[in-house]
Structures are given as structure tokens and as C-alpha cells.
């Protein structure tokens, strides 16, 4: 499904997505294979039925913990534990992503370094069954573009292994503050937690944005139930759905105007280092482990350096708050003794994704622009080279192909080869 839209007018919690998406027909087996691939296989135990709240049916679930005698795991630990994995390294990056966040913001709070952050706040058991659980669902149902409705965080307070504290949670806020991300008014609800640091956390990641509803086709609604009692129904709603009626985009999706909006300034953080006594293969290790930890990415340069060596100038582009993580995988596994950072901006054109049909099957098109320029198309490079081999072709010819069924669907063509302007 291209497109999915959250809808959480009592709030957000992770077991609360989970339940949505196992109200959409998650097969358990999703969450429990990448879970046993940590370690975590006859640990846990999931309790869900459907259910009602205020008068709604949705589904309820309950993560019920089976250890006698739960380890306190840093999220220090618990990094090396998900880096380590057997995860595929889509789901390990997204994994990574969601508690190295969380990890920032709770250790922001309570005014430690993340490294220290402990069980209680990143590392229960609970939380790593709803982050590994919800990534791999929306990962299975292949959700490229998520939006969110804004939140509401809840007022009052709330009891903790911290003891007693404000509402919304002081993560909760954090979590807001670093991402920009706008908290709808609690004001008639009744006194209570309504959104966690965890759930807050995964649509962090994922969520392109925080909005009202688009305008969509719903092709299926996944309802998750939370615990408490309140005078409404205490629920979140999924929506997968598609832009374009009928399923699919048609030849309207790829011909029509882009992205509404202007391009978008955004602060990214560059990390740098000069490497010369690393082998090739270190390096290559180092890249990919820099990349699995949601680096935006990474790349190297050719330099010469002193004494006439040969080097790499290796570059690593990131959101600000994931200095942190990225420097305890640059000590790790480098031999740099030393790494620079700086704040960069960059403009980013308003883009989005759509599943193109061809003669060879489903391409993904990647189509950015503003309003009132010309589109710019590019074929995801992943899909083409899996076609290839699949039918046994060329990327050449595959790319022949693609190019035939943007030109049907009145896409623009390169008059050099099918492939548009690369998209940075």
C-alpha cells in the first residue's frame, strides 16, 4: 500500500499500533520471527481478540512479559544486541532509528548521556515487542508513506519508576520539541496519560508528516483498542489507502502535478573523518553498520594525505539527534581518532512514491517537483535490478520497459535513456 494515514484521537501507544495492525490481518508470525532473532523467543507472550470500547469493535492486546527476572538493558546494550542481529537491515535501521530517538530524549530529561539510558525507560520488554513488532508490520504491508494525525499527549500526571511525573510525559514533550511534531489539545479529557514515549517514537520515524487527513481512497482500517476507560472510545485507527481510486495509481497519478508545496529547509548533521590505515573490507563494514544505525547516508572520497598515503574521506549525512548513536559506531569500528560534525541546511524538493505496472511487474516511481515545474520520474534502482533478474534481462532492457509504461501512463520521459534526473 502507497499511502497510510493514523488517526489517534486518544492518543498514541505502541501496543495500540500493533493492535491496529493485527486488526488488519498481521499475521503473528511477522512479529515473532524477528523477535526470536534477538533472543527474545518464549519470553513474551501476546493476548489479542477483538473487542469494544464506547460501543466500537477494534482489537486489544496485551504484551505479557514471561521473564522471572527481567535484565536492565542500557540502551548501549540493547544497540549492540539489535546491531548484532540477524534482523534484515531494512528492519534493523528502522529498529535502530525508533529507540536510538527515544534513548535521546529520555536521556535529555533526566540529564544523562543515552549510552546510560536504562531497562525502565528503552529497554523493557514490552517496548522492544512493540518497536520490533510495529516496524516489521508496516515493513510486511509495505507502507512507503505514513501520516499522522496530531496527538494528544494527556494532562495531569502519571506514575513511573522516576516516581510521579507531569503530563504530557517529559519524553513525550522532548520528543515533540526535537521533531517539530504538534501535540493536539487534551482539554475534556480526563486526567491521564494518553500518549507514551513510545508510541510517540515509532510515528516519529515513521510518519512523513503530522496532519489531517489527506484526500484517499480507504482500502482497509485496522482499529487498535487502548486499556483505559475513557468517556469516549479510546481507540487509534490505520488506514491503508491509495491516492488514486481503483487501487492503484493510473495514468493521472504519474502525470499530474507534483507534491503540493514549497521545498522544505531542513537542518542535517555531517560527521567527517580522514581514514588511511583501515582495509577495504573494515571500511565497507563501517559503512554499512553507520547505514543500519538510520544514517541518511553515507558516502567516501578519494584524498591524499601526509606522507604521500592514499585515504578515504569518509562522509556521513544524519538528523541532528542521531550524533550520539552515530559517534559510538564511529569508535566502534573505526580507526579515526577523531571525527568532525557540523549543522548543514538543505533544501529538499516535496516528493512522493507511486507503484508503476509494467509489462514486467511493479516498479516503484519516485516523482518530485513543486507545483508549476516540470515532474521529475525515477524508478526505484532495487525494483529494476530485481526484475532483472527475475526475467532474466538486462537492466537496459528492463529500463526499456519502464520507460514504454511511464510513456503510456503520460509520464516524461528522458529523450537520452528512460531514467530521469537522479533525485538527491
Request: charged fraction near 20%; aromatic fraction near 4%; hydrophobic fraction near 45%.
Amino acid at each position: 500500500m502507497p499511502l497510510a494515514y493514523l488517526d489517534c484521537p486518544t492518543g498514541l501507544a505502541g501496543d495500540m499500533l500493533l493492535a491496529a495492525l493485527l486488526d488488519l490481518g498481521l499475521p503473528e508470525a511477522v512479529i515473532h520471527r524477528p523477535l526470536a532473532q534477538l533472543g527474545l523467543e518464549g519470553r513474551y507472550r501476546l493476548q489479542h481478540a477483538e473487542a469494544r470500547s464506547g460501543g466500537l469493535r477494534g482489537r486489544r492486546l496485551t504484551v505479557e512479559t514471561l521473564e522471572a527476572d527481567p535484565p536492565h538493558r542500557s540502551w548501549g546494550s540493547l544497540r549492540q544486541l539489535i546491531g548484532d542481529s540477524a534482523l534484515e537491515p531494512p528492519l534493523r535501521q528502522r529498529v535502530l532509528a525508533v529507540f536510538g530517538l527515544l534513548a535521546e530524549a529520555e536521556g535529555a530529561v533526566h540529564g544523562q548521556p543515552a549510552e546510560q539510558v536504562h531497562f525502565h525507560e528503552v529497554g523493557a520488554l514490552d517496548a522492544l515487542v512493540d518497536v520490533v513488532g510495529v516496524c516489521a508490520g508496516l515493513l510486511h504491508v509495505q507502507v512507503e508513506r505514513l501520516i499522522c494525525a496530531p496527538p494528544p499527549a494527556g494532562h495531569g500526571s502519571v506514575s513511573t519508576a522516576h516516581g510521579r511525573l507531569p503530563l504530557p510525559a517529559p519524553a513525550v514533550l522532548e520528543l515533540a520539541r526535537r521533531r517539530s511534531i504538534p501535540l493536539a489539545s487534551a482539554e475534556g479529557f480526563p486526567a491521564g496519560e494518553l500518549t507514551t514515549p513510545t508510541g510517540l517514537a515509532l510515528m516519529a520515524c515513521w510518519a512523513e508528516r503530522f496532519a489531517a487527513a489527506p484526500t484517499l481512497v480507504p482500502q482497509q482500517v485496522g482499529i487498535g483498542l487502548g486499556h483505559r476507560v475513557l468517556d469516549r472510545p479510546n481507540l487509534l485507527r490505520l488506514w491503508l489507502g491509495a491516492e488514486v481510486a481503483g487501487g492503484g495509481p493510473g495514468p493521472e497519478a504519474l502525470s499530474s502535478p507534483p507534491p503540493p508545496g514549497s521545498p522544505q529547509l531542513e537542518t542535517v548533521l555531517q560527521q567527517q573523518a580522514q581514514i588511511d590505515d583501515a582495509s577495504p573490507e573494515d571500511l565497507a563494514f563501517l559503512i554499512e553498520e553507520l547505514r543500519a544505525a538510520g544514517a541518511l547516508e553515507v558516502f567516501s572520497t578519494a584524498i591524499a594525505m601526509k606522507k604521500g598515503r592514499q585515504g578515504l574521506l569518509l562522509t556521513v549525512l544524519a538528523w541532528p539527534d542521531q550524533a550520539a548513536a552515530l559517534r559510538e559506531i564511529w569508535w566502534r569500528h573505526s580507526s579515526s581518532l577523531g571525527l568532525r560534525e557540523q549543522l548543514q541546511q538543505r533544501w529538499a524538493l516535496p516528493r512522493r512514491s507511486h507503484h508503476l505496472t509494467t509489462a514486467l511487474g511493479e516498479v516503484r516511481v519516485k516523482l518530485a517537483g513543486t507545483a508549476g515545474s516540470p515532474p521529475r520520474h525515477k524508478a526505484e534502482h532495487d525494483d529494476l535490478a530485481a526484475l532483472a533478474r527475475r526475467h532474466g534481462l538486462s537492466l537496459a532492457q528492463v529500463r526499456q520497459v519502464v520507460a514504454e509504461a511511464m510513456a503510456g501512463a503520460g509520464a516524461i520521459a528522458n529523450d537520452n535513456g528512460p531514467a530521469s534526473p537522479e533525485l538527491s
